[in-house]
């Protein structure tokens, strides 16, 4: 068994992202939302999930946007539920756990469940 390696790179960053969006490409439940009701461009929105965990990993300060504007603006069109935030942290921490481990690692999942746990509060909840 190959030894796991931390997220050092962007490269890093990038493969993560990737193979994190397959995942979540294949559940039918987010599928649905991220392609039918966001209408993401993948090609847009990958470059900016590129950025936005490299700027928690590393602390670059490459990502400017609001994602709890965007995911507000989402819940509008298509409630967000409590059992899609459990998929994506589950897809989330399964894609991390097969590809990496380490303490950017751990960070990244940390901030996963913060993120996830912030914008469910916000939207499903309803609370300010």
Known sequence: ???KKDITTREDVILMVNSFYELVQKDPELDHMFNQVAQLDWNAHLPKMYDFWETIIFKNALYSGNPMRVHKQLHGLQHLTPGMFDTWLALFNK??????EGKNAFEAKTRALSIATMIQMKTVYGKH
């Open 1 to 3: 068994m190959e030894e």
């Open 95 to 100: 894609n991390m756990d097969n590809l990496f």
